[in-house]
């Protein structure tokens, strides 16, 4: 059990995993041969590589004892959904509500929430990006959820 | 002399009220911009286009091309200080800027790749005032088996920007050309790894990759860490003077990068970050100590820097003198002057040499302006990293979004951060490095394209990779790389085999 | 100046609702807030530089700011899509090399928008012929001699074309069932990729738009051989058109034109096909649309347009599963 949370045991995992979805998807694409390569003939031998590789890495945790490095879930979390929120909701709540949501979303991340200053925050970088990207550079952004 | 009645038409034309201001104007904006990660010059031109409509074509060439290189700037200045790379092309600057800072010298990085790019972009220029149409007609000349083989070396490069375990590295780079094949395969019109999604249809936003797989795994890895020694660090304004062996040890790598970068730069296509990753893997590999590098060697940060912009500033080259723009910037440059009537090609420089040198003259003197105006917002830049993170990592995350984007106006792209993001943590958990991932998605589409083509054109003859000069050299250089990278593996690890057995 | 600003929004919004509510039947054709184009390529290219050119002179006529938007990708479909499914209130336009959109259903897969259903014609906007040029490496003099040289040496021809199912690819394969020739066709990243192939010599012929080959032809760095289009180029008074050459007028060039999302109110899309007309025809805008190589050429209505799309989308289709462009 100990052996399957090596670092370097779930790195070669991973790549064997990427390399199984890149030959699997890659058997729909014609592969010809070297001199006259179809468009599967990279993936395949690409896809063959990092099979190797991640056999290699497994290989080299049997003398490695690397234990994983601790990763920070809650960031991980909230400030990947940060960005998915405002990548969905920029089109449609405009510019200024989405830049509340990634900003308080993300600021969670921390330990306790500083509701006055994040709100402060999102403000200030409101009035940041609206000078920066609207005023300077006239991008077509919705800014609220009634603009065109 | 044709050439100095030609300068004294460019001075003539440069040193206008008008075109001064453009030209500051074009730098400032561009000099900014850089600094902002995920926000190309690319958006920030098309932007700023319209405004150049009432202009003479030359005014609005010089300040369009003031965004351009003024960008290549400040690119550094946020891989420097928060590991994440303002452009993709000084993604590489993060390998030993980001240390510099931590070690209490982001003044020093920061004003040595100011002066870095100085460098570059000043010798380039004066080489494409010399040498403009001879490096075209070699550039134009470059075709497909040359192109592969000099991509091939680029391959081989990326394996020296690996740091750690190499098979790891070999791995990464293995990703990032796996990612480069998602789109359309040019040769076939075939969409390969694109699951029926449109938006990738035309391959993944490199910014996206860059801004995910650098920026946001950077900044999750921060959050929450007290920040202990750089906040803590005063700044004073020794502390951001390089000291003389700094400067010592930046001369020839400057050089050496200004060399790599003019010459990447003129061949269509290639791009600027391809020169930096050249001139990163060039310097680490001829160093003496290249154990230093990855702990915050200077000569990890100029070369790459002077590439950068000498690329950006030979790129001029085969886009003024022929017409044939290297990348979408470029085209944006001719679609101007094509809506200011000029028709670009291979007669703009006889037809209006104006235009050509008072650009040239431009050139210079936007350099000179983006040095004196980069050297007193260094201090200011240093100062951000007092900004306490709770504060500082919200707005990166939002610039990044915001910047990404603006590149084509689709959300997906920013979503697609969101998704690399989550690769760059696991990366970093799993211990592969994001540099050679990068090396090889920009890589991978232009191997395989031009491998493939110029089979196409020759029969399936694989031997005209070595009958050609051009790329049997670069195969050559290739070959030798790989055997003396092999060979100084297996002899670094004797003698730490030695060293431990002692 | 195009500006976009949330005062002018807010005050519109509110002009809005008082126009809705005093007269709505006289004011119905009017424009209510911001319109934009949107380009469905990469700024700096053909469709972006009309679209930059109309904004304008649109705005000046319907007193509302005009804004150009670049949504590039997948050949136009990602920004046509956009406009397909914007709110058909007309104030959402395309601006877009048609052919390539006509073709896309043949080409591409997973489309997910009917060009005829979701998008409404307004107006087409310019026509640019094509010049095939030739590589100066075989020193090829006439169209003729080409041939010629083409029907001996079976694939010994290449082609560059600026990607699979693009416009000159089409007409390429066109080329070579009317002539019964074979040609070794290589696909390029773009069109300045494929006409950096033939100046250097890598590829010996390319079609594409006057903009891109008349500096090269006029600068001897590429031998013009033949014209698409009605006339003779003034620039290339010697070099004969296609149909002087005895082939059908199916090999055509690039056609621009405006469209609008489907289901927009009708005095709307008229309106919008009334403004755009006399910008498009005023001599200016004649001059300029020149100036980058295309004629300019107007509709005369919008269900003209519709039908010229409709025949070309069935004719490209037909032609491309038959000349197996599509994979």
Redesign the interface.
């Known amino acids: 059990m100990n052996f399957l949370i090596k670092?370097?045991v779930?790195?070669g995992l991973?790549?064997l995993m990427?390399s199984a979805l890149?030959l699997w998807?890659g058997q729909n694409?014609?592969q010809g041969t070297?001199?006259?390569?179809?468009?599967g003939y990279?993936?395949r031998v690409?896809?063959l590589?990092?099979a190797g590789?991640?056999l290699?890495?497994m290989l080299?945790a049997l003398r490695s004892s690397?234990a994983?490095?601790k990763?920070?879930v809650?960031?991980?979390c909230l400030?990947?959904l940060?960005?998915?929120v405002?990548?969905?909701t920029?089109?449609w709540l405009g510019?200024f509500l989405a830049?509340f949501l990634?900003?308080f979303i993300?600021?969670l991340?921390?330990?306790r929430l500083?509701f006055r200053?994040?709100g402060l925050?999102?403000l200030a970088?409101c009035g940041l990006?609206y000078l920066?990207?609207?005023?300077?550079?006239?991008?077509?952004?919705r800014?609220?959820p009634?603009?065109? | 002399m044709d050439l100095l009645s030609n300068l004294a038409l460019g001075i003539e034309t440069a040193f206008t009220l008008e075109n001064l201001l453009y030209c500051a104007l074009g730098v400032t904006i561009g000099m900014f911009i850089g600094v902002i990660p995920g926000i190309g010059h690319l958006a920030a031109i098309s932007m700023l286009l319209p405004l150049t409509f009432y202009v003479p074509a030359t005014t609005a060439i010089v300040m369009l091309a003031g965004i351009y290189y003024g960008a290549q700037y400040g690119g550094s200045t946020a891989s420097i200080l928060l590991n994440l790379p303002g452009t993709p092309a000084s993604a590489v600057v993060c390998l030993d800027g980001y240390p510099m800072a931590q070690q209490g010298r982001a003044g020093v990085a920061l004003m040595m790749t100011t002066v870095a790019s100085f460098v570059g972009s000043f010798i380039t220029v004066i080489v494409l005032a010399a040498f403009a149409p001879p490096l075209a007609s070699f550039a134009v000349a470059f075709n497909s088996t040359d192109y592969f083989s000099m991509m091939l070396l680029g391959l081989v490069a990326a394996a020296i920007l690996v740091q750690g375990s190499p098979v790891k590295g070999i791995a990464a780079v293995l990703l990032g050309l796996i990612l480069g094949l998602v789109g359309t395969d040019v040769s076939t019109g075939i969409q390969r790894y694109a699951f029926g999604l449109t938006f990738l249809y035309d391959g993944i936003n490199i910014v996206a990759i860059a801004m995910g797989i650098f920026g946001v795994a950077e900044v999750i890895a921060n959050v929450g860490k007290v920040k202990g020694v750089q906040s803590a660090q005063k700044i004073t304004f020794r502390s951001l003077i390089p000291t003389r062996q700094d400067v010592k040890q930046s001369i020839m790598p400057m050089f050496r990068g200004t060399g790599i970068g003019t010459g990447v730069g003129i061949l269509p296509g290639t791009g600027t970050s391809i020169a930096s990753f050249l001139a990163y893997a060039v310097e680490k590999r001829i160093s003496r100590h290249p154990a230093k590098f990855g702990k915050g060697a200077i000569e990890g940060i100029t070369a790459p820097e002077s590439a950068n912009n000498a690329a950006a500033q030979s790129a001029f080259i085969p886009t003024l003198t022929l017409g044939i723009p290297g990348d979408a910037v470029m085209a944006l440059m001719l679609g101007a002057l094509l809506i200011h009537g000029i028709t670009p090609g291979p007669n703009v420089i006889s037809d209006n040499p104006s235009l050509f040198w008072g650009l040239v003259i431009s050139f210079l003197i936007g350099n000179v302006l983006l040095l004196i105006l980069n050297i007193p917002l260094v201090g200011l830049w240093v100062r951000l990293l007092k900004v306490p993170y709770p504060l500082l990592y919200p707005s990166i995350v939002l610039f990044i979004a915001i910047g990404v984007y603006s590149i084509n106006y689709s959300h997906m792209d920013i979503m697609l951060v969101a998704v690399f993001g989550v690769l760059g943590c696991l990366m970093l958990l799993l211990g592969f490095e994001p540099a050679p991932l990068l090396l090889g998605y920009i890589l991978g589409p232009m191997i395989e394209e031009n491998f493939r083509r110029a089979l196409m054109l020759n029969q399936g003859d694989m031997m005209v990779f070595v009958e050609r000069p051009v790329s049997a050299a670069f195969i050559a250089l290739s070959v030798l790389l790989l055997a003396w990278s092999a060979y100084s593996m297996v002899k670094d690890r004797r003698t730490a085999r030695m060293a431990a057995g002692q | 100046m195009i500006k976009m600003t949330n005062l002018p929004a807010t005050s519109s919004f509110m002009a809005c609702a008082l126009t809705l509510s005093l007269s709505l039947p006289a004011m119905a054709a009017d424009f209510r807030g911001p319109v934009r184009i949107v380009v469905p390529f990469a700024p700096g290219g053909t469709s972006d530089i009309l679209a930059r050119y109309i904004a304008p002179e649109l705005s000046d006529a319907i007193g509302q700011p005009v804004i150009v938007e670049n949504k590039a990708g997948a050949g136009g479909n990602i920004g046509a899509d956009f406009v397909a499914k914007a709110t058909p209130n007309g104030h959402t336009l395309l601006l877009s090399d048609l052919t390539a959109l006509l073709a896309a259903p043949s080409v591409l897969t997973n489309i997910s928008y009917d060009i005829e259903m979701d998008l409404a014609p307004v107006t087409m906007v310019s026509y640019s012929p094509y010049v095939m040029g030739a590589s100066n490496a075989h020193g090829f003099e006439s169209f003729d001699a080409f041939i010629d040289y083409s029907l001996e040496n079976p694939l010994g021809i290449s082609v560059a074309t600026s990607g699979v199912g693009a416009n000159n690819h089409i007409t390429t394969a066109r080329l070579m069932q009317e002539l019964g020739v074979e040609w070794n066709v290589i696909a390029y990243r773009g069109g300045s990729d494929a006409t950096r192939a033939v100046v250097s010599g890598e590829s010996d012929m390319l079609l594409n738009g006057t903009t891109a080959t008349l500096p090269f032809a006029l600068n001897h760095q590429m031998t013009p051989l033949a014209v698409t289009g009605e006339e003779r180029l003034t620039e290339l008074p010697d070099v004969p058109t296609f149909r002087e050459l005895g082939m059908p007028g199916e090999l055509d060039g690039t056609y621009q034109g405006i469209l609008v999302t489907a289901g927009s109110p009708p005095e709307i899309v008229e309106r919008l096909h009334e403004e755009l007309g006399r910008i498009i025809n005023t001599e200016a805008m004649t001059a300029r649309i020149a100036e980058q190589g295309g004629i300019a050429r107007v509709s005369g209505s919008p269900e003209a347009l519709g039908e010229w799309m409709s025949e070309q989308k069935t004719e490209l289709a037909a032609f491309i599963s038959d000349a197996g462009i599509a994979q």
């Open positions: 670092r370097d779930l790195a991973m790549c990427v890149v998807e694409y014609t070297l001199q006259s390569m179809g468009p990279l993936p690409l896809g590589g990092l590789c991640g290699l890495i080299s690397e994983l490095p990763l920070n809650r960031a991980f400030v990947t940060a960005i998915l405002f990548a969905f920029l089109n510019l830049t990634l900003v993300s600021s991340s921390e330990k500083r200053v994040t925050l999102a970088l990006s920066i990207f609207i005023v300077g550079l006239n991008m077509p952004i800014l609220f009634w603009s065109f």
